[in-house]
């Protein structure tokens, strides 16, 4: 540890330990009959160093569900029916076995899931960093 960080850490433990003695003085009373009405404030004020962030854009993808047909109903033609019978000679006789009709089916709705992709624009966001320090004083 180089000597200028020592001696920054060593100053600011030594600062904490004499506001914490200072406040037990402060709490207790003086032993003379003087007294202080004395107060420590440790922690930090609301202004402090703003600070700048840039968040470059980019694109995000979502998935929707769309509907692509709707449910309805559609008229469908069944064909007539036919059966092949053969006579007792041999010979094959078409014979009809059912009449062609028109059928309803129902169709459900139809959904697919589509990819899409957007754009997310670039934004500077602002932090402000708390500022730490210590504050003593006595008022007598």
């Known amino acids: ?9 060593t100053g600011s433990k030594g600062l904490l330990t004499l506001a914490m003695a200072l406040a037990v003085v ?4 003086l032993t003379s009959d003087a007294k202080a ?13 703003c600070h700048s962030h840039y968040t470059p854009g980019y694109y ?14 559609v008229r469908q033609w069944v064909p007539a029916q ?8 041999g010979h094959p006789v078409v014979v009809k076995v059912r009449d062609g009709y028109w059928h ?8 697919e899931t589509r990819a899409v992709r957007t754009y997310v624009p670039g934004h500077r966001t602002h ?10 004083g006595f008022r007598f």
């Open 82 to 89: 036919y059966q092949t019978h053969y006579t007792p000679s």
């Open 104 to 111: 309803n089916v129902y169709v459900p709705a139809r959904y």
């Open 37 to 49: 009405a004395g107060y420590v404030v440790i922690g930090g004020s609301s202004r402090g160093h």
């Open 1 to 9: 540890m180089n000597t200028k960080a020592h001696e920054k850490t």
């Open 60 to 73: 995000t993808t979502t998935y929707q569900t769309v509907m692509v047909s709707p449910a309805q109903t």
């Open 26 to 29: 402060a709490a207790f009373g």
């Open 127 to 136: 932090h402000r960093s708390p500022r730490a320090g210590v504050r003593i």
